[in-house]
């Protein structure tokens, strides 16, 4: 059984809004819970990327303009290399801003930000309000323990994502706006790349998600994790969920 988790955070400081480092504190605390060693670094602007040196990417949310940077940054300096990690295995999760980035663009007005393309989704800042609230979605994820899960958190964005032809969702929107507010999908997933807009942040909200992560960035089956006693974590899935009106 594997016994460290290493985790590489994408711009831990500028891509980081409503909360979403609170998504490292939690796999770092279901991991030690249970005798995995946790080890966290941090990649910035500038710094190189070494696929083989880690098992999971994060990237939170961030502004427009903090985005800008980082997306710069991310397909000059990193884009290869998180490309490699994806396809030797390593799990990519992004938030928000940083799912934008995992797609092939987000364009706002005349200006195109390019993504790194590992999924298959484009977002554009178009007219119209902020997405914004509590949000649920339903999702099917291989290996997950039960056919269905429910996903709750909460979205702010401009951006609408729409999907492309090898596209996949994440979820299906039981409540909020999803990917643009009209699709009812919500999110994207590729094998081991899941982008979500669900902040909250989104892993202490829903820790089973966050143990379905750990165990494919490990390579082992869910049910291989020793079982925690989550009911506190249950009570704050539950509360999310009503918050949502589910
Ligand atoms: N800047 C992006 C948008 O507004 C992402 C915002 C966020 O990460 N909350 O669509």
Not at 91 to 98: K, P, S, T, Y
Not at 140 to 157: C, K, P
């Amino acid at each position: 059984m594997a016994d460290v988790l290493r985790v590489c955070a994408l711009y831990p400081d500028l891509m980081n809004i409503y909360a979403d480092r609170g998504n490292l504190s939690l796999l770092r605390k279901r991991c030690e819970w249970r005798g995995i060693r946790f080890e966290l670094s941090g990649s910035g602007l500038g710094d190189a990327l070494d696929p083989e040196a880690h098992d999971l990417f994060y990237i939170g949310g961030g502004q427009d303009r903090d985005q800008r940077l980082c997306a710069a940054d991310l397909v000059e300096r990193k884009r290869e290399g998180l490309h490699a990690a994806a396809a030797r295995g390593a799990v990519v999760l992004g938030v928000c801003g940083g799912y934008q980035l995992l797609g092939h663009s987000y364009t706002l007005g005349s200006e195109e930000i390019a993504g790194v393309g590992l999924l298959d989704v484009r977002t554009t800042r178009e007219p119209g309000p902020r997405l914004i609230g509590n949000v649920a979605i339903e999702v099917a994820l291989d290996g997950a323990v039960g056919e269905r899960q429910v996903l709750a958190g909460f979205e702010n964005h401009g951006g609408r994502t729409r999907l492309g032809a090898e596209g996949q969702p994440l979820g299906r929107v039981l409540k909020g706006w999803g990917n643009d507010g009209r699709s009812g999908q919500e999110g994207a997933i590729s094998a081991g790349t899941i982008g979500t807009y669900l902040h909250g942040p989104l892993l202490p909200k829903n820790v089973w998600f966050a143990d379905w992560l750990i165990a494919r960035a490990l390579g082992i089956a869910v049910t291989d994790l020793a079982q925690l006693d989550d009911a506190l974590e249950q009570q704050t899935h539950m509360s999310a969920l009503r918050a949502a009106g589910v």
